[in-house]
């Protein structure tokens, strides 16, 4: 059959076929190429990573009516290969046996390894215990309610107007009632009214 013995009608059924099955190897091709990296990562051990950037994030840990902690980050990212969340603008607190706010913190980085039960607060890190000590730190680590808290790097600790101290290295006790300073230190106690 020759195109111009062709009805208008086939024409037109033959040009839109053509059309559709060019569609179709578009799209085929396509996919080849956007998908070419996916089957990559697969290759490479990464098929089952999964990872979710969340704005507003809360963590926190409850056993048995019991509330150990709670962190709040203003955006945060979580990744399934190694079960880490890295939180960014994070406040939070810390809680005692009665379920009463010990210590609060806030900093501009942090991080839960839900595998090691583990929270880091990174950069810009302050925080306030219950009896009104505070303390400002490059890092600090809390590994569990049985463990002490670890502070490190450009410490500086306040209380009220009777104590001023800056160190290496502070651990806090899991009561969140008394800390060790560690390594070379400064500090200073002052008499009531007297600075």
């Not at 704005?55 to 150990?68: M, P, Q, R, V």
Request: proline share 1%.
């Amino acid at each position: 059959m020759k195109w111009k013995n062709l009805s208008k009608k086939r024409k037109a059924y033959f040009i839109a076929g053509a059309v559709v099955v060019g569609i179709m190897l578009w799209a085929f091709v396509a996919a080849g190429i956007i998908t070419r990296n996916f089957n990559r990562s697969q290759v490479e051990g990464q098929q089952d990573k999964q990872e979710a950037l969340i704005h507003g994030i809360i963590l926190t840990e409850t056993k048995d009516e019991h509330k150990y902690w709670e962190i709040y980050g203003e955006t945060g990212t979580y990744t399934s290969d190694n079960s880490i969340a890295m939180l960014d603008n994070c406040i939070g607190n810390f809680y005692d046996k009665d379920n009463e706010v010990s210590m609060s913190f806030e900093s501009t980085k942090g991080s839960y390894n839900s595998d090691k039960k583990q929270i880091i607060l990174y950069q810009n890190t302050h925080i306030i215990i219950k009896d009104g000590t505070s303390l400002e730190a490059d890092r600090v680590v809390w590994s569990g309610n049985d463990k002490p808290i670890t502070a490190k790097g450009n410490i500086r600790i306040t209380r009220k107007d009777e104590f001023f101290a800056t160190a290496d290295l502070v651990e806090i006790s899991p009561n969140y009632d008394n800390f060790k300073i560690i390594g070379k230190a400064v500090s200073k106690v002052y008499k009531s009214k007297e600075k």
